[in-house]
């Protein structure tokens, strides 16, 4: 079965830090390139970083740049995303998803994870 499983979400205060993980079953994202988005309430989805899978070139939207990191870990067959420096206006469920290219649409989503950073 194809999956993609996120975790490392929580409650964090501002100006704190969490590392969320994307892991894949059922396929190998060696040969993906994995977004992440985020969607905050009333808010449409925003992506906020990729990753190519045959580059290793790593993209971030203007609001995360400078904050988060994106990585991968082909032996462990997954993505992480370092957030770093989080501000009330990062709160959001962060999913990730496979895509052919950073610049296309996701095949494969997980079923997210939330960041809620608040004091």
């Known amino acids: 079965q194809v999956q993609l499983v996120e975790s490392g979400g929580g409650l964090v205060q501002p100006g704190g830090s969490l590392r969320l993980s994307c892991a894949a079953s059922?396929?190998?994202?060696?040969?993906?390139?994995i977004h992440w988005f985020r969607q905050a309430p009333g808010k449409e989805r925003e992506g906020v970083s990729c990753?190519?899978?045959?580059?290793?070139?790593?993209y971030y939207s203007d609001s995360v740049k400078g904050r988060f990191t994106i990585s991968r870990d082909k032996s462990k067959n997954t993505v992480y995303l370092q957030i770093n420096s989080l501000k009330p206006e990062d709160t959001a469920v962060y999913y990730c998803g496979a895509a052919p290219y950073c610049d296309g649409d996701p095949n494969y989503w997980g079923q997210g994870t939330q960041v809620t950073v608040s004091s």
């Open positions: 990753i190519s899978s045959s580059t290793g070139i790593t």
């Open positions: 059922g396929f190998t994202l060696d040969y993906y390139d």
